[in-house]
């Protein structure tokens, strides 16, 4: 098989999958792979008591897996496509658009979508909170109120909250461009940015957002910590292959965060909201067990944890993780990967390029020797220790017998 086969041609897939009516379920720890918390120690997945995944991955094929390629770190978006089989690579797309898919803002043709967050600045206008401090959901509508009052000549604004301090930014009119560099600099200590056109085409565009991040930089003057907002990921919504065609399945994103089920929704699939909880994600999983073959199941907190470097906290969640396993495995899927979409190490309070642990077990998987699920353990599996990210639907979908022979 051709390279490009092998990493972009999803019509290739399509070629060959059935429906069988097996269900697969594809649960991602969001945020899972870590790093030591001492030199020589153990990260926090390796800490973690987790005696239900251990004997998982006695069952499964387990490695590593690379999000996008080798030393590049992934943002969430493209390290779900990863994950749903998209090489992330040739399918990218901005975080507006993916927010706006997850709380089912309707975006119309030429529409520019980008994130939000609300953000604190000092007196001199540096960045000291990429995050305001996390403020509730109820602060977001408060705000987002504010910054609805904002008229920008010549274009029509759309502001709505998405959860916590994150919000979504939409832009409506004529010749509008997605292609505007982000304000946010990724890091505190310094100012926002300017959004700077990537092209010709797009300077008015850039012109208009920097009129619009002006007027709210006023109308948040009084607001601490949500004194200032931040934008990124300006896109327009592009036109891909249909995960359910392309493996032939139903599927389903069961996630509390918006932006999840949005990055679900790009590529087809059904996204059904849940609570805060894994109670009320499991809940679903099962009162939906029989309507769809595909389950994409997310767990979003351990990666704020490590982003703001509370190891004991990411360790505490993924040990609750695991006590739901017997949930998932009392409903016997015939395929269930266990993962993370990226790594998310408490040292660093940030995502990083390091891949992340994967086990895939199945009555076809080729068990290799690792006996526990952790970094160290699984960069002997029979995987490998850095598989590409977008290799490991088609593994599965093999393994659930979706699948046909290639060639005569």
């Not at 069988?20 to 870590?34: A, E, H, I, Q, R």
């Not at 009129?211 to 990921?233: E, Q, T």
């Amino acid at each position: 098989m051709s390279d490009e086969i092998d990493r972009n041609n999803l019509n290739f897939y399509q070629e060959l999958a059935e429906d069988n009516k097996s269900k697969v379920v594809l649960m991602v720890l969001d945020g899972l792979g870590g790093l030591p918390l001492e030199s020589g120690g153990k990260t926090e997945l390796e800490i973690a008591h987790t005696p239900r995944m251990d004997a998982l991955a006695c069952e499964s094929i387990c490695g590593l897996h690379s999000p996008v390629g080798p030393g590049i770190i992934p943002g969430s978006g493209p390290a779900h496509l990863g994950l749903f089989g998209y090489d992330p690579v040739k399918y990218q797309v901005g975080r507006g658009v993916l927010s706006a898919l997850g709380i089912g803002f309707d975006l119309r043709e030429g529409d520019v979508a980008a994130r939000g967050n609300f953000c604190t600045v000092d007196e001199k206008g540096i960045i000291t909170d990429r995050r305001a401090g996390r403020i509730s959901s109820e602060k977001n509508r408060e705000l987002c109120k504010l910054l609805r009052k904002i008229e920008i000549p010549g274009i029509s604004i759309h502001i709505e909250t998405v959860k916590e301090y994150r919000f979504l930014f939409v832009m409506g009119g004529k010749n509008l461009s997605g292609e505007v560099s982000a304000t946010d600099p990724q890091n505190v200590g310094e100012k926002p940015l300017d959004p700077i056109p990537e092209n010709e085409e797009a300077k008015y565009t850039a012109e208009l957002i920097k009129k619009f991040i002006d007027k709210a930089r006023n109308v948040l003057a009084d607001h601490s910590p949500a004194n200032m907002i931040l934008l990124r990921g300006f896109s327009k919504r592009p036109q891909w292959p249909d995960f359910e065609d392309t493996f032939k399945v139903r599927a389903v994103a069961i996630a509390a965060y918006p932006m999840y089920r949005g990055v679900a929704k790009l590529v087809g699939m059904n996204a059904l909201e849940s609570g805060d909880t894994l109670d009320e994600e499991f809940s679903i999983l099962e009162k939906n067990w029989l309507n769809y073959d595909f389950f994409f199941i997310h767990v979003k907190k351990i990666d704020s944890y490590g982003e703001d470097g509370k190891d004991k906290d990411k360790i505490r969640l993924i040990e609750e993780v695991d006590t739901y396993i017997p949930r998932l495995l009392k409903l016997k899927p015939d395929v269930l990967i266990v993962t993370g979409d990226h790594s998310t190490p408490s040292v660093l309070k940030s995502h990083s390029w390091h891949p992340v642990p994967v086990m895939i077990r199945s009555k076809y998987s080729r068990v290799d020797t690792v006996s526990e699920f952790g970094e160290r353990a699984c960069m002997y599996g029979g995987l490998g220790p850095r598989i590409p990210s977008h290799h490991l639907m088609p593994i599965a979908m093999a393994n659930a017998g979706r699948l046909e022979k290639f060639g005569a």
